[in-house]
């Protein structure tokens, strides 16, 4: 039976939540075993309250019978937890395949710990092969999409049964492909100075810790750790 991976790092990621705890819950293919966990955790006497980041996280997480509170009635999440599509050594990280992007850096901006779970593929020397999720207001969305393309991003508007792909948001996301090697940073300051653009995938810098799941099982790294990694 082959080594699941995903799951390896979303169990392992659980040993960071304590009773009391507010926690802040991703959305995917890794996060959907934190969730899991959790509400096995709970099921056996652990007493937290849960912020979701997505609807499908809030479904699931009622379905395991964990308390959800909403983010706007707390002041702080102890520790938020999510997937990502891709990390580099500096903890520069692309989320937002699963369409959550917007809430789920919401999440991770009120948190005092943020975690990003993954399995080893998603370690990578320079972000930026995986499409950039942008998230884009509905009105107008044809002239931020210009503008975008103008930009030399390459585009490509997010789709879900040959319709155009709505988040939890009500709003569009268009993937920018922009490639590796690219400066982060500029594209950061570009893409926030585009009007029609509500949020991107580009989560640089704001983790605390990342789980790793490998065929030898989870593994922790810091900013500092990571560095000595050979992916």
């Known amino acids: 039976m082959p080594i699941n991976k995903k799951k390896i790092a979303g169990e392992k990621a659980t040993e960071y939540i304590k009773d009391g705890m507010t926690v802040g819950l991703g959305t995917g293919s890794t996060a959907k075993y934190l969730v899991e966990k959790v509400g096995e955790m709970v099921k056996n006497g652990l007493k937290i309250q849960a912020v979701a980041t997505s609807r499908a996280t809030e479904n699931m997480a009622k379905e395991l019978g964990i308390s959800l509170v909403d983010v706007n ?25 699963g369409g959550a992007l917007f809430r789920e850096k ?30 884009i207001l509905p009105y107008g969305y044809k002239a931020t999409f210009k503008r975008l393309k103008a930009l030399g991003y390459d585009p490509v508007m997010r789709l879900k049964n040959n319709e155009l792909y709505v988040t939890d948001n009500g709003n569009y996301i268009a993937d920018l492909h922009i490639g590796s090697h ?6 950061k300051q570009k893409l926030d100075n585009t009007v029609g653009v509500l949020e991107t995938g580009q989560f640089l810098k704001m983790c605390d810790y990342i789980v790793v799941g490998t065929c030898n099982g989870a593994r922790v790294y810091d ?9």
Do not use: C, H
């Open 73 to 97: 009635d707390v002041d702080y999440i102890d520790v938020a937890i999510d997937g990502v599509d891709e990390i580099d050594r500096d903890f520069n990280a692309t989320k937002g395949g």
């Open 182 to 187: 690219a400066n982060s940073d500029d594209i």
């Open 223 to 231: 900013a500092i750790s990571i560095k000595q990694e050979k992916f």
């Open 106 to 135: 919401i999440v991770a901006s009120l948190a005092k710990k943020v975690i990003w779970i993954m399995d080893d593929s998603k370690l990578v020397e320079s972000i930026g092969e995986f499409p950039l999720p942008v998230e």
